[in-house]
């Protein structure tokens, strides 16, 4: 599968990924990086560095944020600039895609597009995959700084309970 593992430090997979890109380049293979990444990880320095090193030398790499609108307790809002992450793109000249990530088809089909992108023309891509975490951030997190309510309303509209009512219905 090579899948390249998880990492406990934040945004530590994002060169690793950058350095694959280059190698696939280097090899003059056909492959293409997925890098999955949180939200707050768009706000380290390895997410500017990454992202600008694939887009100058133009690396089969898909930066995929899952961006359910927490880091571990602040809001996207109160921690980055722009908050649009998919925007973020934009200053590095590739192609920034913002994703719903509730529904598991428009998530397939733009991932699909990006890694064609970049395997046929070698243009990275950053999607922004909209989402919503239905638990805390880890065992440890006791989740209190997200308001019941919004809790209930989102719980009801897990993406896989979704997609399994879309497939009894088709």
């Not at 070698?122 to 880890?138: A, C, E, Q, V, W």
């Amino acid at each position: 599968k090579r899948l390249m593992g998880g990492y406990a430090i934040v945004g530590g997979q994002l060169p690793l990924a950058t350095g694959a890109g280059l190698a696939i380049v280097r090899k003059g293979e056909k492959d293409v990086v997925v890098c999955q990444m949180g939200d707050a990880t768009t706000n380290i320095g390895a997410f500017h560095e990454s992202l600008n090193l694939a887009a100058l030398w133009k690396l089969p790499v898909v930066y995929a944020v899952v961006n359910n609108g927490f880091g571990m307790g602040t809001s996207v809002a109160a921690g980055s600039a722009v908050a649009e992450l998919y925007k973020k793109a934009c200053a590095y000249g590739i192609p920034g895609v913002e994703v719903d990530g509730n529904d598991v088809v428009a998530t397939r089909d733009a991932t699909r597009e990006a890694v064609e992108r970049a395997r046929k023309d070698r243009i990275p891509s950053l999607l922004d995959i909209k989402s919503f975490r239905l638990k805390g951030h880890s065992v440890v997190d006791p989740d209190r700084y997200r308001p019941e309510d919004y809790l209930r309303r989102i719980r009801g509209q897990d993406p896989v309970s979704r997609l399994a009512d879309q497939l009894r219905d088709e």
